[in-house]
């Protein structure tokens, strides 16, 4: 069996679509979520959920995550809303097995400072008609390893930045998953567009 750890800072609605995912397969399960903030709401979900979770402050993510990591034989790495830079020795030990998601289209609306409502508050004030979500490798900077999915979805006009908030929490919830799995599949993973 695969484990696998989710890096999470904020409320984790898809690391919860994603244990929930994993409870039907025979290849892999969330073995471990790790967050870097003591009160963020994933940490209410792992404890519903009876997945165990590791608080790493920011001051100690390196060594604190590479030690917490390895010491839990953890196989793949997935960041579900972490919003720190992941330390070197982690995305060596890691390469080709630490995934984001990002909530638009990169390479439009990512990077440093663009998360949360303020990638949908961009998408509308640029006025896309069509935003998505982008799940890619992880490397040293923001929103820039290699691409290995995206999907989009329509905006209309009349869309507040909440209403594409929720389009695009759709695709993440349905599709971050099923990514993943075809990644531990090692499958070819098809674009979604
Ligand atoms: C998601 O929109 C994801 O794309 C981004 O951070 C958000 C996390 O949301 N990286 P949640 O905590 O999973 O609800």
Do not use: W
Not at 102 to 122: F, I, N, Q, R, T
């Amino acid at each position: 069996m695969e484990k696998i750890a989710i890096l999470a800072s904020g409320k984790g609605s898809n690391a919860n679509a994603i244990i929930d995912y994993f409870q039907q397969s025979d290849r892999a399960s969330v073995s471990l979520i790790i967050t870097n903030k003591p009160k963020a709401g994933v940490l209410e979900i792992a404890r519903q959920k009876g997945v165990p979770c590791a608080t790493i402050p920011n001051d100690q993510l390196d060594p604190g995550l590479i030690e917490t990591l390895q010491s839990n034989n953890v196989d793949y790495v997935v960041l579900a809303g972490f919003l720190r830079i992941i330390p070197h020795v982690v995305i060596r030990a890691f390469e080709g097995k630490i995934i984001n998601i990002h909530p638009s289209l990169l390479p439009h609306h990512g990077g440093k400072g663009m998360y949360g409502m303020k990638v949908h508050e961009a998408v509308k004030s640029a006025g896309e008609a069509q935003t998505g979500i982008t799940v890619h490798e992880v490397n040293e900077k923001y929103d820039e390893g290699k691409i290995l999915f995206q999907k989009s979805v329509q905006v209309d006009s009349d869309d507040s930045p909440e209403q594409i908030a929720q389009k695009v929490q759709k695709l993440e919830h349905y599709y971050y998953p099923r990514v993943l799995e075809k990644l531990i599949n090692n499958e070819k993973i098809e674009n979604g567009n």
